[in-house]
């Protein structure tokens, strides 16, 4: 059984220019979660996707952008990249539909994304 | 302030020890509480995962929320050299998924 897979791994960019970033949730699970995690904190959410619609978002600007596709795959875009930016980005999944809000998230193990 | 506070540490203690890791909040709309385990260059792994207070116990670990005092712990017994890595405290409110967490402790368990 898969857990969530996320690609790529690592990843280099330059200021200015626009990343996209990859997540496959467990199997069996239709919600994922963006998270950011500067080094040495904690993951900062970014937003949620469930039913291919964004359902909640924490303290991001809109440079942050996701899209869910109908097999519950999502991608997080981010334009116009600052340095600030750099940062590990973990996806998360879990099943909405099969227990609400009662069942944890489960991450992959993320992006690294340096920007220069 | 932030919403949760953990101590950075690290903490180091011989192989055999019993650790203790403690967060801190303030929002008293949490209500699901978690820790996680993360090592090096990966993803955070759930341990943990409890809702409102009391005292869950799985395997070498036990997790206990206190609502009043508004105080979580997670206690590793028989600290074993693998137990090293970065504990993550996470917390949420009854609805949606957003975890808040802690900045994280570093466990250094010395063989």
Known sequence: ?116 | QKEVEQDPGPLSVPEGAIVSLNCTYSNSAFQYFMWYRQYSRKGPELLMYTYSSGNKEDGRFTAQVDKSSKYISLFIRDSQPSDSATYLCAMRGEYGNKLVFGAGTILRVKS
């Open chain 1, 1 to 116: 059984d898969a857990g969530v897979t996320q690609s790529p791994t690592h990843l280099i960019k330059t200021r200015g220019q626009q990343v996209t970033l990859r997540c496959s949730p467990k199997s069996g699970h239709d919600t994922v979660s963006w998270y950011q995690q500067a080094l040495g904190q904690g993951p900062q959410f970014i937003f949620q996707y469930y039913e291919e619609e964004e359902r909640q978002r924490g303290n991001f600007p809109d440079r942050f952008s996701g899209h869910q596709f109908p097999n519950y795959s999502s991608e997080l875009n981010v334009n116009a990249l600052l340095l600030g930016d750099s940062a590990l980005y973990l996806c998360a999944s879990t099943s909405f539909r099969r227990s609400s809000y009662n069942s944890p998230l489960h991450f992959g193990n993320g992006t690294r994304l340096t920007v220069t």
